[in-house]
């Protein structure tokens, strides 16, 4: 492969990425989320000031201090090299799901014997497949998100979301890709897991709604607010809805540089598990103007050193420290117990 077939090959990604209806980045989406934002914008401005500004709210979207930023340009780099890269890990993940769900369908089997294929309902067993798949990827991204704030050397490769210092739709792909690859895993187990017991239960393979093999419960989240929890509008949601859903305004606080926001809202479109787990901020009515990124000296963050090569580097660091405490851990119980066997043999 020349140069030149490279070029066509990721514009040819670019542009199933942009034009899928199913794809996390379609201009379709895209598009929704920008009426949606438009429309947002006038109501606060209306009840501000009594009337609307259009060309404001333009200036207020396509805001230059925010685009023509390092960071942003940061993230269209990642953007490209996850949308190039995606077909393979897809690939490994497509088969990696399949794989966990036909074990644990023959678990379930051996362990409570066969059950007939259910012969009706198709249409109800479909909506029901629809929703347990979302809820099983809702619970797999919480548990991903919640181990890599958690987990030191996870944290290392995570961390290069956190350095965005502005946030746009794009940020969305700002992630490192070996912590893509750890978040397709998990995910693999958790869809991979309900898809098994969902045949064994119905004792065949059961079907739901998507679209480009996306569900369509996400592709609704994504098709209204998802993109706007990667942007400058405080968009809040309180009350009973701010304990189920989160909002764009969520998000914003999970990447707030404020040692208070640290370690919450780790969900993606519901906020229960953070709710249930007690990692939930409830976004206030005003917007608190928030700072995001991670202060960090030294190489700069938005550079493809800073991106790709140092969270590896900090990462294997962190993996060895680990590694190094637990044998130091495991040395000195050693010593304490052969401290303590002669005196057990001159007792005896
Ligand atoms: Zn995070
Ligand atoms: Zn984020």
Redesign the pocket.
Known sequence: MDIYDALRFSAAKISNELFSAGSIFSVYSLATTFLIAVCALAYRRKIRRGRVNLRAIARAIFNKRILLTKSCAADVNLFVLSVVLMPVVVGALVISTNAVATVVSATLHSSFGARAPVACCDLSIKIFSTVVLFLAYEIGYWVD?CL??RIPFLWEL?KV??TAETLTPVTNFRNHPIDNIFFGYMLALFIGSASGALAWLFGKTTESFTVDGKNILFLLFLWTIGHLQHSLFWIPFRGVLGHIFLSPAHHQI?HSTDPQHFNRN?GSVLAIWDWMFGSLEIPSTTNPRLKYGVAEEGVDPHSSFGLLAIPIVNSALSLWRAAADAWNVAMERLEQRRRERPKSTSLS
């Open positions: 998100h890599k704030h995570h979301h956190h999970h780790f």
